[in-house]
Nanobody, 120 residues
Framework: VQLQASGGGLVQAGGSLRLSCAASGYIFRLNDMGWYRQAPGKQRNLVAS???????NYADSVKGRFTISRDNNKNTVYLQMNSLKPEDTAVYYC???????????????WGKGTLVTVSS
């Protein structure tokens, strides 16, 4: 399973960005999909996740500003980021839990990351 993320960039505080992450390869089923971020010198933390039936979960720091969604027909997860703050600056990584065949164990896969920089 390969993950291709896009949508990062430089934005001013208060602005918006939309991240996308498309999964491809031998995919039987995609379970949870999510976004993590890692700021310089800090550990990677969960930003938001969404189950296969659309239940979402957010880090407290992004609640009310970020929205995660998915398109199961396109094997794609999105992260709409509004009211961005300088502290949102980080490399954002998509993560999916996928089964590659019927009965196979679900495995976590990571994208390469996309940089989001929010200027003050």
């Amino acid at each position: 399973v390969q993950l291709q993320a896009s949508g990062g960039g430089l934005v001013q505080a208060g602005g918006s960005l939309r991240l996308s992450c498309a999964a491809s390869g031998y995919i039987f089923r995609l379970n949870d999909m999510g976004w993590y971020r890692q700021a310089p010198g800090k550990q990677r933390n969960l930003v938001a996740s969404i189950t296969s039936v659309g239940r979402s979960n957010y880090a407290d720091s992004v609640k009310g500003r970020f929205t995660i969604s998915r398109d199961n027909n396109k094997n794609t997860v999105y992260l709409q980021m509004n009211s961005l703050k300088p502290e949102d600056t980080a490399v954002y990584y998509c993560n999916v839990e996928a089964q590659t065949s019927l009965g196979s164990r679900a495995t976590n896969y990571w994208g390469k990351g996309t940089l989001v920089t929010v200027s003050s």
